[in-house]
Nanobody, 122 residues
C-alpha cells in the first residue's frame, strides 16, 4: 500500500492556474504509475492524466490537453498536476491515485488519495 495526500486545490478565476501536488508515503513510490482523476458534482469520475513510474510515458485527457501537465519527482515522492487556463468546467474534486502499471483506467488504480477541491469561477 502507498498512502497519498493531495494538496494545492482552491478557488481560482477562469484563466488562472493551480498546481496540485500528491505526496506519497509507504511503499516505494517509484514502483508505481500515477494518475490524476476528477469528479464533478453529479458526474462520474473521469481520467485527467497519468504518468509511468519513470516519467518516460504520460498521457492527458483530450478535455485538458494543452492546458494541464503531469509530472513526477521520485526523489520527493511527489506527483504534480500543473493546470493552466482553467475553465469553470474544470471545477471538481481532484484525486491522485497509484497503480502497478501505467494505465488510464481508474479500476486499475488501487491506492487513492482523499481528494482536493478545485473551483474555477467565471
Amino acid at each position: 500500500q502507498v498512502q497519498l495526500v493531495e494538496s494545492g486545490g482552491g478557488l481560482v478565476q477562469a484563466g488562472g492556474s493551480l498546481r496540485l501536488s500528491c505526496a506519497a508515503s509507504g511503499r516505494t513510490f517509484s514502483n508505481y504509475a500515477m494518475g490524476w482523476f476528477r469528479q464533478a458534482p453529479g458526474k462520474e469520475r473521469e481520467f485527467v492524466a497519468a504518468i509511468s513510474w519513470s516519467g518516460g510515458s504520460s498521457g492527458i485527457a483530450n478535455s485538458v490537453k494543452g492546458r494541464f501537465t503531469i509530472s513526477r519527482d521520485n526523489a520527493k515522492n511527489t506527483v504534480y498536476l500543473q493546470m493552466n487556463s482553467l475553465k469553470p468546467e474544470d471545477t471538481a474534486v481532484y484525486y491522485c491515485a497509484a497503480a502497478p502499471r501505467y494505465t488510464y483506467y481508474s479500476k486499475e488504480y488501487n491506492n487513492w488519495g482523499q481528494g482536493t477541491q478545485v473551483t474555477v469561477s467565471s
